[in-house]
């Protein structure tokens, strides 16, 4: 059975950070382009950032490039995102999802999705 498991979201203040951590069981990450997603209240999902199989490719949304990075523990099959320089606007559930070899900024090419984890950021 393939699961994936968000875990590391919470509060921060502006400019603080976060890391925030995917773990897979049933299915080896390596072998799958891993994809976090961002839902805000009222919001469509919306991608943020990506890695292919074998980190072939990373992307990340413009509105977080320099601020996130996405990587991978094959170890641990798991996929983590750094989450720095946070923002208000980065409030938002959290989840991360997997699909074929290669990346996809579509949500509805993804195939197996975890329950997310709740990201709030406030001064």
């Known amino acids: 059975q393939y699961q994936l498991v968000e875990s590391g979201g919470g509060l921060a203040q502006p400019g603080g950070s976060l890391r925030l951590s995917c773990a897979a069981s049933?299915?080896?990450?390596?072998?799958?382009?891993i994809g976090w997603f961002r839902q805000a209240p009222g919001k469509e999902r919306e991608g943020v950032s990506c890695?292919?199989?074998?980190?072939?490719?990373?992307n990340y949304a413009d509105s977080v490039k320099g601020r996130f990075t996405i990587s991978r523990d094959n170890a641990k099959n798991t996929v983590y995102l750094q989450m720095n320089s946070l923002k208000p606007e980065d409030t938002a559930v959290y989840y991360c999802?997997?699909?074929?070899?290669?990346?996809?900024?579509?949500?509805?090419?993804?195939?197996?999705w975890g329950q997310g984890t709740q990201v709030t950021v406030f001064s």
């Open positions: 890695i292919s199989s074998s980190a072939g490719s990373i």
């Open positions: 999802a997997a699909r074929g070899l290669y990346c996809s900024p579509l949500s509805r090419e993804y195939s197996y």
């Open positions: 049933g299915f080896n990450v390596r072998y799958y382009a």
